[in-house]
């Protein structure tokens, strides 16, 4: 056999091998399967142990009427209006007071410190707490709401006065209140 074909041959195998197609391997990641279970659990219970918390709270104020509302936080009107229930909705502008405390009743944060709040709504980045809770006033309507941390400032805090997954009590005033055309 001559060189030549022996050099023909060899490069043949060689093509014949490297154009054979390899099945990828699916990675083992069991580390990172793990850790998503292990935040899911971590977070359900964050989330129970805070409507826990929420739950001694309106026990212990018989006074007012708590509502719950369907993601999860709690709210009762301290100053409700009689007339004709007109709420802002997607596209509306609204202004609002507000204030910030700990569940223990601790100001974090007060009205002269926050100002009024201008807000197109479901428009504009804002907490989602705050998103929600203008949505279920009337202007110069009040309520107190109860917000599990992750509506608020969740796993991070606010780097200031809220800690990491506090769950917070807002007072919330809407003041203005103007309908999309």
């Known amino acids: 056999m001559s060189l030549h ?3 023909f041959n060899f490069i043949l195998l060689f093509l014949a091998i490297g154009c054979t197609q390899h099945q990828p391997r699916k990675p083992i990641n069991i580390k990172k399967e793990s850790f998503l279970k292990g935040s899911v659990e971590r977070n359900k219970n964050i989330i129970n142990q805070q409507q826990l ?4 709270i309106i026990f212990r104020d018989s006074t007012r009427n708590y509502i719950a509302s369907s993601t999860g936080f709690w709210y009762a009107y301290l100053v409700e ?5 007109v709420r802002p909705k997607r596209g509306d502008m609204v202004g609002f007071d507000y204030k910030i405390e700990a569940l223990d009743g601790k100001v974090l944060y007060d009205e002269m410190e ?3 709040v201008s807000y197109l709504v479901d428009k504009e980045e804002l907490l ?3 998103r929600e809770a203008v949505k279920v006033l009337s202007v110069n309507e009040v309520a107190t709401f109860l917000f599990p941390s992750h509506l608020c400032y969740g796993y991070k805090g606010d780097d200031e006065k809220v800690d990491i997954n506090q769950p917070l009590r807002f ?3 809407l003041v ?3 309908i999309k055309n």
């Open 81 to 85: 209006t009689d007339s004709l229930k």
């Open 114 to 116: 926050l100002g009024t």
């Open 128 to 130: 989602p707490a705050l």
């Open 53 to 56: 918390q929420f739950k001694k």
């Open 176 to 178: 203005s209140h103007s």
């Open 171 to 173: 007072t919330i005033k």
């Open 5 to 7: 074909k022996l050099q």
